[in-house]
């Protein structure tokens, strides 16, 4: 059983930060590949970061240079610490893992407005 539980989203302003988190439940015992999609109204959802078990990163070309993704290997936690943020980047973000198959958080709202 994998239960993935994000937190940190909420209102951000244009040019500001937020940095969302995600506690990963895993039964078996391991460290996994982990990331952050996101899905803005209207629109399919898209890869915002990823981390590798070995902690190579992988971003999208519109959050590279603004958002980190980080692990905490030791809690299965993953991060994704986002600056200088647009209006652009209101979304829905879901934490994922990779175990098997995609285990899908429930998701947390990003809103960038002033």
């Known amino acids: 059983q994998v239960q993935l539980v994000e937190s940190g989203g909420g209102l951000g302003q244009p040019g500001g930060s937020l940095r969302l988190s995600c506690a990963a439940s895993?039964?078996?015992?391991?460290?996994?590949?982990m990331g952050w999609y996101r899905q803005a109204p209207g629109k399919q959802r898209e890869l915002v970061a990823s981390?590798?078990?070995?902690?190579?990163?992988n971003y999208a070309e519109s959050v590279k240079g603004r958002f980190t993704i980080s692990r905490d290997n030791a809690k299965n936690t993953v991060h994704l610490q986002m600056s200088s943020l647009k209006p652009e980047d209101t979304a829905v973000y879901y934490c994922t893992l990779n175990y098997v198959k995609t285990y899908w958080g429930k998701g947390t709202l990003v809103t960038v407005s002033s």
């Open positions: 895993v039964s078996i015992f391991g460290i996994y590949p």
């Open positions: 981390i590798a078990t070995g902690g190579r990163t």
